[in-house]
């Protein structure tokens, strides 16, 4: 139970009202309202009301008692609205946790911008999440609490050191967040992180809202010491960005922990991994063993014992909202490893069992190895995140009513955004028929109409891996016809293996390094080639073309794309070059706060023919409107690829 008193955050202008005790609020009932526009790197905050709730009731947490096992006292305490990601990063303040290192990724990200607003934790972008974890191993085997943070896709590359970290242990408390994204808003998979903790055989431990999301957080450092593993704390998209009520505590400052010298137990080669799996072995048979009584899995058993629903995370919350607060639910929030008699005791009080749960069933293929018979994936999907909606279609429940719009609404897919520096590039690409292997990044949707220049995107760094592989298979055939593009911090991430590959077995490729000053689409994040910091602080640069010179390609080129003209001819140059080269287009990104806008354009009407021609770079300040092109000026940066275009000179400057 945590001592809570009244504080008061001179970061967000609090304003306090105090409420007598016994009432309510006739208007916001011990509630906050807050209003959040993350808008790339800035965050603003409207606090419209703060209630500082003074009361000597037991008030129960959102998702049932404090800490899934008892009630907190709330004794002039406040609570704020909190993203989960803010309140993982909370939580993982609150721990005493001293580094947190990771990459950006949706849904993750957020967590360690917020952890970086505490002076206590040094917090940092890594180059990639294998490092990022492997950073945190050493500042927990030095004696620190740490974490790492990455989405979903970035544990398959932290696998490597995972796995083994698993039969090491720490020394210090260590968390791993990751955070899932089903329905895959910003992801090209939706893989289920938790076969990563089964497989692994390393705890982790899943929220259903924000307040378990720091209590959670503080909770996994507890069991990362205790039983000397890492700990996953997995999120997933809805949790990560939904809002939900949270009580700040106060932050637990711990002594490290001494280092000591350890060979057996740190350095895994053979003769050490070996004796080492065995204590893995039995460190799961314990932790299996605290599942069937932590507080973190809990019954709650309603009038209505006709169905037991089993579930975790966001399904909690859209199972209590389809069968309401008389159900049956045994909410897990343990969910590696899973335990036996608990669940088999619930099964038994039940007449039948639903097993909840998005993506993949984890859960429910353990319970069938248990015996028991359950509902399952035969009713719900295997594919995309759920909602109280579709919960209530699959299950046979009737839906809440919703409206509908009478007309249809135009679709608005995703574009470049008007100025993007690498429009001018794809159109290039695109008017001379490159065959164009992507990467991950916001240059992807060069793949949509009217661009349709992105031919592949698998994995970070994947398309400079790519090139190498289809210009052997396929040779002269493809050389000089096909590009590889990754942006600077992709290229950073895991592009520099690939070009290694290039230079070392000497395929005739060309790679474009996209070099746009940023980390641009999860919200403008600094690398290792912008000399900034996670703070904004001067940083090591990493000078991109003495690295790739320095890698063994001697031909490297570097062009402004918002001259056509020269990145052209770039272009035509490297593609008929008989060697491995590489082009460098730099331009930063244009919603960077730092980069000075031009006055926009506007289109002279007795000038337009009305050909389309700048409509094939796909800008959405350009639209058509009476048979001619129309700018609008509140969209347009005067970035000139459009003036450029136009052979009757009908863009001028306002």
Same mark, same amino acid.
């Given at each position: ?233 997995? $999120? ?5 960005? %939904? =809002?939900? &009520? /949270?009580? @700040? ?6 002594? !490290? ?122 009713? $719900? ?5 759920? %909602? =109280?909606? &579709? /919960?209530? @279609? ?6 809440? !009513? ?220 350009i639209s058509w409107k009476e048979k001619k092109a129309v700018i609008?000026p509140t969209q347009c940066v005067g970035c000139g690829v459009c ?12």
């Amino acid at each position: 139970m945590e001592n809570m008193s009244p504080q008061v955050s001179t970061k967000f202008d609090t304003i306090p009202r105090e409420i007598p005790a016994g009432k309510a609020d006739p208007e916001y009932p011990g509630k906050i309202m807050e209003t959040r526009c993350f808008s790339r790197k800035k965050r603003f905050t409207d606090r419209k009301k703060h209630d500082i709730i003074k009361s000597n009731a037991a008030i129960p947490s959102q998702t049932g008692p404090a800490g899934g096992g008892c009630f907190r006292k709330e004794v002039g305490s406040m609570k704020k609205l909190m993203l989960g990601n803010e309140a993982v990063a909370r939580g993982l303040y609150e721990a005493g946790c001293s580094l947190i290192s990771s990459y950006p990724g949706t849904p993750s990200t957020e967590i360690t911008e917020q952890a970086a607003r505490y002076d206590e934790i040094y917090c940092e972008w890594a180059p990639n999440e294998k490092v990022a974890m492997e950073v945190a191993f050493g500042a927990a085997l030095a004696g620190k609490r740490s974490a790492c943070v990455m989405k979903h896709v970035g544990v398959n590359v932290a696998a490597d050191p995972l796995f083994t970290i698993a039969y090491t242990g720490i020394n210090a408390g260590m968390v791993i967040c990751v955070a899932d994204d089903p329905g895959m808003h910003s992801s090209q998979n939706e893989q289920d992180s938790r076969h990563y903790a089964v497989s692994a055989k390393i705890p982790m431990l899943e929220p259903a809202d924000s307040e378990e999301a720091r209590l959670f957080a503080k909770r996994a450092f507890q069991l990362s010491e205790e039983y000397d593993t890492p700990v996953f704390l997995k $999120l997933c998209t809805r949790i990560s960005h %939904s =809002q939900s &009520l /949270v009580e @700040e505590g106060q932050r637990e400052d711990l002594p !490290p922990r001494p280092y000591v010298k350890d060979i057996a137990k740190y350095v895994m080669v053979p003769g050490n991994a070996r004796p080492r799996h065995p204590i893995v072995e039995e460190r799961t048979r314990r932790l299996t063993a605290y599942a069937e009584t932590t507080d973190l899995n809990r019954e709650e058993l309603g009038e209505d014992t006709s169905l037991g629903i089993i579930t975790s995370s966001t399904c909690y919350q859209y199972a209590r909202e389809v069968f309401g607060e008389k159900a049956s639910i045994l909410k897990l929030g343990l969910v590696n490893p899973l335990p036996r008699q608990k669940i088999l005791d619930f099964a038994a009080k039940v007449d039948r069992l639903l097993v909840l749960e998005e993506l993949d069933p984890v859960i429910e293929e353990y319970c069938r190895n248990l015996g028991l018979t359950v509902q399952g994936k035969d009713a $719900l999907p295997l594919i995309g995140e759920f %909602s =109280q909606g &579709l /919960v209530a @279609e699959k299950l046979g429940k009737t839906p809440k !009513p919703w409206v509908a719009l009478d007309e249809a609404v135009p679709p608005r897919p995703p574009v470049l955004c008007a100025g993007c520096p690498h429009r001018g590039l794809f159109y290039t690409l695109a008017k001379h028929k490159v065959t164009v292997l992507g990467d991950i990044g916001c240059y992807t949707l060069a793949a949509y109409e009217p661009l349709y220049a992105i031919e592949t995107c698998e994995c970070m760094g994947a398309s400079v891996s790519s090139i190498h592989g289809f210009n052997k298979a396929l040779g002269q055939a493809s050389e000089g016809k096909t590009v590889a593009v990754l942006g600077d911090s992709t290229f950073m991430h895991s592009g520099m293996t690939g070009l290694a590959n290039i230079a070392y077995n000497q395929s005739n490729s060309t790679v474009i390094i996209l070099d746009n000053s940023t980390t641009g689409m999860t919200g403008h994040q600094e690398n290792p080639t912008t000399g900034k910091n996670l703070r904004g602080d001067p940083a090591g640069k990493i000078d991109l073309e003495t690295l790739c010179r320095a890698m063994g390609i001697r031909r490297v080129r570097v062009v402004d794309p918002y001259d056509l003209k020269a990145t052209e001819q770039v272009v035509t140059e490297e593609l008929a070059a008989e060697e491995p080269s590489v082009i460098i287009t730099r331009r930063p990104c244009v919603l960077l706060k730092t980069v000075k806008k031009h006055p926009p354009y506007r289109v002279d009407p007795d000038q337009c023919k009305g050909c389309k021609l700048c409509m094939r770079i796909g800008c959405p300040a350009i639209s058509w409107k009476e048979k001619k092109a129309v700018i609008d000026p509140t969209q347009c940066v005067g970035c000139g690829v459009c003036e450029q275009l136009c052979n009757f000179d009908a863009f001028r400057h306002e």
